[in-house]
């Protein structure tokens, strides 16, 4: 242990490697070579609340405490970023009510049942806007409809199961949709319609690991958006891979708009809608290796 000019221990080359390959392990989060001191300042606070006075320690606690599990939960916390808002990326949603659902309207007729999967949901704000969308299409009244959120966070999934928010989740919201969607809870909080809530679940579900049975339907579209990116490829392929497994043949996927498929997948087809390019599930054929 090497003290460091505030009194906290500094995290040596050793223990950075140990925490970040366990962190790698078990979330597929890529913690850079240039990130010892984010990381030795986002866990300083588990030490002090462990009471632990070096990183070899904390490592070893998560390794083999009793207590290991909540709060290996507790250090991804620390490390992920949960930035999300309601209708991010409105181009895209666009062309999904415009283009795609009409098709899967199409589609699903004689079931008139629909699935939509928000993986990697965060606080629940894309899950809620997908479930808005729907809504507002007037397509799917009277069907089975569901639209599943799912993170390996708990803290932001309880969030999300509140549907409580503040103006940073609202940013991109416009009056009009505000008062449709929400109702005012005072000056600065709102909460997210009941119908619209009655449409939305939400599941832990780590998507480096096989489905746990958070839900266990097939999609008609997941979204899957700025998730990809805090992962390297073999670990972004393994998302690629069970998304595409939970994808009905002909479903899609719509990633972030920094995000694409170029040397992850060419298990998916590019489609270019008039509004933007998503990706689509094959009707045949199944994963090349
Ligand atoms: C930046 S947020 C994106 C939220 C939303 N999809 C959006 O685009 O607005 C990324 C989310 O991915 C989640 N995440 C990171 N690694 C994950 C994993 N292995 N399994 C499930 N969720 C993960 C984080 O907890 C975080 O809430």
């Not at 790698?24 to 001191?37: E, P, Q």
């Not at 993170?151 to 940013?171: C, K």
């Not at 998304?243 to 170029?262: F, V």
Request: overall charge neutral.
């Amino acid at each position: 242990m090497m003290p460091f000019d505030t009194g906290r221990p500094e995290m040596n080359v050793e223990e950075f490697r140990l925490l970040r390959d366990f962190v790698y392990a078990y979330c597929g989060i890529l913690v850079r070579d240039d990130m010892k001191y984010v990381m030795q300042r986002r866990l300083w606070p588990r030490l002090e609340a462990l009471g632990l006075t070096d990183f070899g320690s904390y490592y070893r606690y998560l390794r083999f405490d009793a207590q290991r599990r909540p709060e290996l939960e507790t250090a991804i916390e620390a490390l992920t970023t949960h930035e999300t808002y309601f209708f991010r990326e409105p181009r895209q949603l666009k062309a999904f009510s415009d283009e795609v659902l009409p098709v899967l309207e199409r589609r699903n007729a004689r079931t008139r049942r629909l699935r939509v999967w928000s993986a990697g949901c965060s606080s629940g704000e894309e899950a809620y806007t997908l479930a808005m969308l729907l809504k507002e299409s007037g397509r799917f009244e009277g069907w089975d409809v569901e639209v599943h959120g799912s993170d390996i966070s708990r803290r932001v999934l309880a969030v999300a199961r509140q549907g409580e928010y503040g103006p940073s989740a609202l940013r991109a919201t416009s009056a009009d949709q505000l008062s449709r969607y929400f109702v005012q809870l005072g000056p600065n909080r709102v909460r997210v319609r009941d119908d619209i809530r009655a449409l939305v679940s939400f599941g832990h579900h780590n998507l480096q690991e096989p489905e746990q049975g958070s839900c266990s339907s097939r999609m008609d579209a997941v979204f899957c958006r700025n998730v990809l990116i805090y992962f390297d490829t073999p670990a972004r392929q393994r998302v690629l891979r069970l998304i595409y497994e939970k994808l009905t043949p002909g479903g899609y996927l719509m990633l972030g708009h920094s995000e694409n498929l170029i040397n992850l997948s060419a298990d998916f087809e590019l489609v270019h809608l008039r509004g933007d390019l998503v990706y689509r599930r094959p009707e045949l054929g199944g994963w090349s290796p």
